[in-house]
């Protein structure tokens, strides 16, 4: 089963907005991941968080990780009609070898010009 | 980040045929993995590459229906063996490294529809 549940399931804003994605998981990890897909092409990685890390920016990106609430959220900042996609976390559960991953759900994210 | 190709990009089966993808990286790499994408669905993976030796899979997936081959550093395939419509899906394949690094990087994808 998926480690990972996300929501919305589908979020729609106008350009300029913000966008916030969440995800869930349920056992401990070493990292989280997010991805972005375009219209079921390959993912493109955005930002990996490790599990002694609580916030990380990378652009008009923000990331936070709560490991006591096993959640995560994914802010993307005044949004773009480019930044429509579906938005995936995925996990490396600690206890697993390597470096599997583990899907959420997605979230599909459009943005209207 | 590594350049990561797959062919074929799409493809239309025959039920119970076979289809072998390729996945090509353009550096060596320490780690490989293929995953399916069933439609609208999310991600699972199906198995990771060895280098040399036999692929370890998921539960759910089994080396005779997806046999996979890993000769080299920068090279994978998958093959789909006996194919149904249910394995309509896109098919990744994800690299790692060199090195333990956590991230992976993906391949476009094969889109895979059989009738």
């Known amino acids: 089963s998926q480690q990972g549940e996300e929501d919305p399931q589908a979020l729609s804003i106008q350009e300029g907005e913000n966008a916030t994605m969440n995800c869930s998981y349920k056992t401990s990890i070493n990292n989280l991941q997010w991805y972005r897909q375009n219209s079921g092409r390959g993912l493109v990685h955005l930002i990996l968080i490790r599990s002694n890390e609580r916030e990380k920016h990378s652009g008009r990106l923000r990331v936070t990780l709560d490991t006591s609430k096993k959640s995560s959220s994914l802010l993307i900042t005044a949004s773009r009609a480019a930044d429509t996609a579906s938005y995936f976390c995925?996990?490396?559960?600690?206890?697993?070898?390597?470096?599997?991953?583990?899907f959420g759900e997605g979230t599909q994210l459009t943005v209207n010009p | 980040s590594a350049v990561i190709s797959q062919k074929p990009s799409r493809d239309i089966c025959q039920r119970g045929t076979s289809l072998t993808i390729q996945c090509q990286v353009d550096s060596q790499v320490t780690m490989m993995f293929w995953y399916r994408q069933q439609p609208g669905q999310s991600l699972t993976l199906i198995a990771t590459?060895?280098?040399?030796?036999?692929?370890?899979?998921e539960s759910g997936f089994v080396i005779d229906k997806f046999p996979i081959s890993r000769p080299n550093l920068t090279f994978s395939t998958l093959t789909v063996s006996n194919m149904s419509p249910e394995d309509s899906s896109i098919y990744l394949c994800?690299?790692?490294?060199?090195?333990?690094?956590?991230?992976?990087?993906f391949g476009p994808g094969t889109r895979l529809t059989v009738l």
């Open positions: 590459a060895n280098q040399g030796s036999e692929a370890t899979y």
């Open positions: 995925a996990t490396t559960p600690e206890e697993t070898s390597g470096s599997r991953l583990t």
């Open positions: 994800s690299v790692e490294g060199p090195g333990r690094t956590d991230t992976q990087y």
